[in-house]
């Protein structure tokens, strides 16, 4: 069974991760097994347009146990980059706790900061 511990995610992504697997109980073996299966298929996101010269892309996953499909359900966002094995993730969020794609992009921008300068 895949724990948080298992893989190296940057702090800031920890950060949110824990707060949503507090937020979400019933949901962690879902989450952890698709953040563990994105690892492995990292190309499968939508590209998000904006963040160049970075492959930036987002996951919409939902949460059965909970009975939240894909579109209200939470998002993960993350860095592919072709020197990289596994992708790099910036950020993880609920839908329903962002009003506006605005609050979004400036969350991902401060996680990407925040990630760059640790680099």
């Known amino acids: 069974m895949p724990t ?3 893989h ?8 949110l991760l824990k707060d949503i697997l507090k937020k979400f109980i019933k949901s962690k073996q ?11 298929r990292p190309s499968g996101g939508d590209r998000i347009p904006g ?14 146990e909970y009975r939240i499909g894909k579109s209200g359900g939470l998002r993960v966002i993350y ?3 072709p ?18 794609e605005h609050d979004v992009v400036a969350l991902v ?11």
């Open 83 to 100: 020197s990289r094995v596994i992708p790099l993730f910036i950020s993880i969020y609920f839908k329903g706790d962002y009003r506006s």
């Open 51 to 64: 963040f160049a010269p970075f492959d930036l892309r987002k996951v919409r996953f939902g949460l059965p």
């Open 8 to 15: 190296d995610y940057p702090s800031c992504f920890n950060r």
């Open 30 to 40: 879902t989450i952890l097994v698709l953040l563990a299966s994105l690892s492995l």
């Open 109 to 119: 921008k401060s996680n990407l900061k925040e990630i760059l300068e640790t680099l």
């Open 79 to 81: 860095m592919v980059h």
């Open 4 to 6: 948080e511990q298992q």
